[in-house]
Nanobody, 129 residues
Framework: QVRLEESGGGVVQPGASLRLSCAASGRTFSDYTLAWFRQAPGKEREFVAAIRRSGGNTGTHYSDSVKGRFTISRDNAKNSVYVQMTSLKPEDTAVYSC????????????????????WGQGTQVTVSS
């Protein structure tokens, strides 16, 4: 069984930066897709960023709303995935969850939460002045 645990959320002012972490435990996979999704109150869950790995190849993908401001990365030694968030805006306020698919998803499936096998509980990010 795989367990994902997020940390790093908090309350910040607009323009600030924050780094979220997701620690994975349990089984490990040589091919995988790790992603961050977010859900704001009253809104549907939204794709944020993903990292796909297969063999020696790794690729990253971002939603248009965070491209250029967020950076997803992976530390294999720590079995963790991160998202560095900069230039935060009030509209970034949401519960952020990490998700794992135990395969390298084809690109057209990366954006959709139903294609992921494991989820963390989420961490709240609030951007407010």
């Amino acid at each position: 069984q795989v367990r994902l645990e997020e940390s790093g959320g908090g309350v910040v002012q607009p323009g600030a930066s924050l780094r979220l972490s997701c620690a994975a435990s349990g089984r490990t996979f040589s091919d995988y897709t790790l992603a961050w999704f977010r859900q704001a109150p009253g809104k549907e869950r939204e794709f944020v960023a993903a990292i796909r790995r297969s063999g020696g190849n790794t690729g990253t993908h971002y939603s248009d709303s965070v491209k250029g401001r967020f950076t997803i990365s992976r530390d294999n030694a720590k079995n963790s995935v991160y998202v560095q968030m900069t230039s935060l805006k009030p509209e970034d306020t949401a519960v952020y969850s990490c998700a794992l698919a135990n395969s390298r998803l084809i690109l057209s499936r990366v954006w959709y939460s139903e294609n992921y096998d494991y989820w963390g509980q989420g961490t709240q990010v609030t951007v407010s002045s």
